[in-house]
């Protein structure tokens, strides 16, 4: 089987590619990736095939898509903050990005399996969130995001694309970067307590999140991607492991049985307040799924960093 995976060199796709090579009846692993946020040093070792250029490039993709089986489409302009300062890259990457990995799998009937977000379900109350809640986007990249699955499960009902749109939620685990403005909430407090620098806290701390570990992740990723699981309507991807940021700064601080010291900021535009997922679909399709516990996974990532 021959796999694409768009955003290859980046956090999650560099762990779907280890994920894959360690699978049987997988001939090819190609990561398609501009580098804009990931990079190559991701992939070292790994034997994947990183071929380096953008998804808006229609001949590239046509290219690269020439002999695969099954896409996995992660490649986007990530992150809230950086969306409301560039609105419309968010949109041209995410949105019209995502159209283009579509007509070209459109053409060869190929299986897309495509990452959306939890920042769909925006200023919707309701929890834990339930694929059949409203929409309400609170920022530009949610937004996108809500185009990306919006347009893989058109392509799908339109055309009869074999698609699956997943909503991540707050993913964590290895390689994914700290050290820089838009650093996700985990490797943030791990580099902060690596440097002993009090940690950064957006608002009360008391605004919650279901965090994955990656690992899980790409083990869903690459079932999906193996046995073509599709599906009409988007499916979280996470377990309603319902943690605030202020415990998880207390449980990191205990697994590296650091000092904690916080210092709160205003709270940031475009952030949800209170995330939680039902997982009721993603156990359906993926019935023999582990997912890691909080703890394993935190303890795995701090052993990374
Ligand atoms: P990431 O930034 O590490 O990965 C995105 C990858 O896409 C990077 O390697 C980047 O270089 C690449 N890329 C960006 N623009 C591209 C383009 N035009 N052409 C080709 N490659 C391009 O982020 P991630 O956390 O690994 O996110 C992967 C996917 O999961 C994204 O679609 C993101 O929106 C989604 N997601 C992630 C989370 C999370 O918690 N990390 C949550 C919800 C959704």
Redesign the pocket.
């Known amino acids: 089987m021959n796999i694409v995976i768009?955003?290859g060199?980046?956090?999650?796709?560099a762990n779907l590619c280890k994920e894959l090579v360690s699978r049987p009846g997988i001939s090819n692993v190609v990561a398609?990736?501009?580098?804009?946020?990931?990079s190559a040093a991701n992939l070292a070792g790994t034997g994947v095939e990183l071929v380096e250029?953008?998804?808006?490039d229609r001949e590239l993709l046509d290219a690269v898509l020439h002999r695969a089986d099954a896409v996995v489409h992660?490649?986007?302009?990530?992150s809230v903050p950086r969306s409301l300062e560039d609105p419309f890259a968010s949109h041209e990457?995410?949105a019209t990005?995502t159209m283009r990995v579509l007509e070209a799998c459109r053409a060869r009937g190929v299986h897309v399996v495509a990452?959306?977000?939890?920042?769909v379900y925006g200023s919707v109350p309701d929890l834990p969130k339930h694929e059949e809640l409203p929409t309400r986007p609170l920022s530009p990249y949610a937004a996108s995001?809500l185009a990306t699955e919006s347009y893989v499960l058109a392509y799908g009902s339109a055309f009869d694309l074999p698609t699956l749109a997943l909503r991540?939620?707050?993913?964590?685990g290895p390689l994914?970067p700290a050290g820089h403005a838009y650093a996700?909430v985990v490797p943030a407090f791990a580099d902060a307590m690596m440097r002993r620098v009090p940690l950064r806290v957006f608002g009360d701390g008391r605004q919650t999140r279901d965090f994955t570990y990656v690992g899980t992740v790409a083990r869903i990723l690459a079932d999906a991607a193996l046995r073509r699981v599709t599906s009409s309507s988007p499916v979280n991807l996470a377990f309603g492991t319902r943690v605030s940021v202020l415990d998880l700064a207390q449980r990191m601080a205990s697994v590296l049985d650091a000092p904690l010291e916080i210092v709160h900021e205003p709270p940031r535009r475009g952030d949800v307040r209170d995330s939680q997922a039902d997982d009721r679909l993603l156990r359906e399709l993926f019935p023999d799924v582990a997912a890691a516990s909080f703890d394993e996974g935190l303890t795995e990532t701090l052993r990374w960093f």
């Open positions: 768009t955003g060199a980046g956090f999650i796709g398609l990736d501009d580098l804009s946020t990931g250029g953008s998804i808006l992660l490649a986007a302009r990530p990457v995410n990005g990452a959306s977000s939890s920042s995001k991540f939620f707050n993913v964590y994914q996700a």
